[in-house]
């Protein structure tokens, strides 16, 4: 990765690893870049290419060089005033949507601008960009599609998957993010319209981890629906036909992890997104050998809300195996992130992990998960079936297993009842209670709800964000255990190592290092993450945290190992501020 003087491997590495076909990398800011690939007679291509097109802040010199002259009004703005001018446009807007499209809008004619507005407002422009306006959009994607960002890949294309990727202009690719759209956050089963989260989540990858969008890669893998809303919609983009299953599914999902191995090597990042369940799992048990393969719903999600427990002792007192943990959901989340908290604790206590399981536990649709049901239970739920009577009420669940903590994943609204916040308030002096299901529409419950009920005593956390609420004279500030807050670092971290694998030491290391960021100031508002304000520098972190723990594990291909991890991983990011050209 350091050869002699040099600290970017042009082949590999983040910053120029990805092939940088203008030398904007490896040039300084100051030096000019040449925006061009062929000839042209014109400057009209160059503005409508969203890589290199600056809108009104192309200088007079660079209007003479590149046949600009005449093409836009005579005024030269700077980067920062375009900034202003479109955040002030994007506030006079009332509904969350019309932002959303707004923000692509631009991502599709000026990119480094669409990038800048979104790392200096970050924490304004991230619902809009994700969850919870993502969702609505997903759900309206085929009224409001109006350019394709992305690939997708359907049945049509079986046995063609290599030549499609092919397709994809962009040779380097170092993150994948895909999704088959059949769980599409709360909302179900979206089919083809899923593909506005493998856009949204690399945007993120871009913004807050600094990875060089030329290097990501949306895809959507369309295997028909069963949504009969979406069947029946004249306005839907996807296949008309409901959903492939069993052989004809892996068949194509085999052809599609094989091509893109061949397609773009060793070391491309495969995230997996909002894939139903028993999907999921298998694809991860799977490909994990094999790939490097990350599943953002099992992994990153867990990663997360472990992050925002070991920040929480520090207000609860005790270490995470003196805590009992109550789940209301056994799917992806649920069971990926009970995993994770019980490999944690066999790292701080050495415990074996089936000890450590006892104390998790798990309410599905069918009540609490026992050693009775284990016969009609799915694979993955199977070690969280505990010696216990059967309880088929979550409220009863709390009274019987006395939490200290409350984590809801089942993806359905509402079900941190009253009743549920006072059993859990009744139990604990500061009950720790997240309800991380998405959209805001599908939250166990609110901030205000867990704040009043509990009489403000709850440490809460949620998945989609809510405002600061005042209880009582005092003003709580809700945490927000948003995957954007991981995910981001991670694949930076992969991505400038080399990694060739994904291990579970390095997502328990990615944990304990966003759960550092929290200092006693965030505490004090009862806040279990930082703000994502800060959430370059805390990626930046993250990214060198599990570098070096990928490289301990001897999983990392680019050596050697740089000596300074956190400046190597800045120096890595992506900058959005314009270059100069010739």
Known sequence: ?????????NDSAVAGGVEDMYGEDIATMGQPVTPWTVSVASGYTLMRDPRHNKGLAFTERERDAHYLRGLLPPIVLSQELQEKRIMHMLRQYKVPLQR???????????ERLFYKLLIDNVEELLPVVYTPTVGEACQKYGSIFRRPQGLYISLKEKGKILEVLKNWPERSVQVIVVTDGERILGLGDLGCQGMGIPVGKL?????LGGVRPSACLPITIDVGTNNEKLLNDEFYIGLRQRRATGQEYAELLHEFMSAVKQNYGEKVLIQFEDFA????FELLARYSSSHLVFNDDIQGTASVVLAGLLAALKLLGGTLADHRFLFLGAGEAGTGIAELIALEMSKQTGNPIEENRKKIWLVDSKGLIVDSRKHSLQHFKKPWAHEHEPVSKLVDAVKAIKPTVLIGTSGVGKQFTREVVEAMASINEKPLIMALSNPTSQAECTAEEAYTWSEGRAIFASGSPFDPF????????????NNAYIFPGFGLGVIMSGAIR????MLLTASEALAAQVTEEHFKKGLIYPPFSDIRKISA???????????????????PQPEDLVKYAESCMYSPVYRSYR
């Open 502 to 505: 994904v291990h579970d030491d």
């Open 203 to 207: 945007s993120l990858y871009t913004a």
């Open 541 to 559: 972190n993250i990214a060198a945290k599990v570098a070096a723990k990928a490289y301990e594990l001897g999983l990392a291909s680019h050596l």
């Open 277 to 280: 369940n028993h999907n999921a």
């Open 100 to 110: 959303y499209m707004a923000m692509m809008d631009l991502q599709e004619r000026n």
């Open 1 to 9: 990765m350091m050869n002699g003087g040099n600290l970017v491997d």
């Open 470 to 481: 005042e209880y009582d004279g005092k003003v709580f500030v809700p945490g927000q255990a």
